[in-house]
């Protein structure tokens, strides 16, 4: 199928409309544009997937909808990140929660070495932390270990079975 120019430059139009309604929260338009056919995992040049927005700017309700709707939770931008490694950047203990019931990996590789295990130790997000351990199914390395040491968490399940 080939599109005219100015097919295709509606197009683009489109799919910019919708990554900026993951990006500010406009759940409405969101709905809108996935019931009538938008691919849930849509991403921006950069590898930015409608979910990696969602998550990275904080909006709990644009990213349920996109989680609910099948998008990949997982899925790795250009730069090797996941959703889970954003937040975990970010600080949203509540969107980190949502993600992990959907069954993104706390231990997964994103590149450098940073899992979102180790960028939740990294930015000192305690919270997220514990969140993480609960759904991890490695033991720690030795620095989330120092990690886990230094903001005292030990009162977890995860953590006296180590």
């Known amino acids: ?5 100015e097919e295709e430059a509606k197009l683009m139009e489109l799919c910019q409309y919708a990554l900026d309604c993951a990006r500010h929260n406009d759940v409405e338009s969101l709905q ?5 056919g938008l691919n849930v995992n849509l991403s921006n040049e950069s590898g930015n997937t409608l979910l990696m927005l969602a998550a990275y ?15 990949l ?8 990140h996941t959703p889970l490694a954003g937040v975990c950047f970010k600080g949203y203990d509540d969107i980190a929660e949502l993600l992990l019931q ?5 231990n997964g590789d994103g590149g450098m ?13 305690k919270q997220i932390l514990k969140l993480l351990l609960q759904y991890s199914h490695t ?10 040491f230094f903001f005292n968490i030990k009162n977890t399940k995860r953590v006296r079975e180590m």
Do not use: I, W
Not at 1 to 5: I, N, R
Not at 32 to 36: E, N
Not at 102 to 106: F, I, L, R, T
């Open 113 to 125: 070495g940073l899992s979102p295990m180790n960028c939740a130790c990294f930015f000192g997000r």
């Open 32 to 36: 809108t544009l996935l019931d009538a």
């Open 102 to 106: 959907y069954g993104a990996n706390p």
């Open 57 to 71: 700017n904080g909006h709990f309700e644009a990213t349920e909808l996109l989680l609910k709707c099948g998008a």
């Open 1 to 5: 199928m080939s599109f005219t120019q």
């Open 139 to 148: 033991k720690p390395t030795f620095l989330q270990k120092l990690a886990l």
């Open 73 to 80: 939770v997982d899925k790795k931008n250009d730069k090797n």
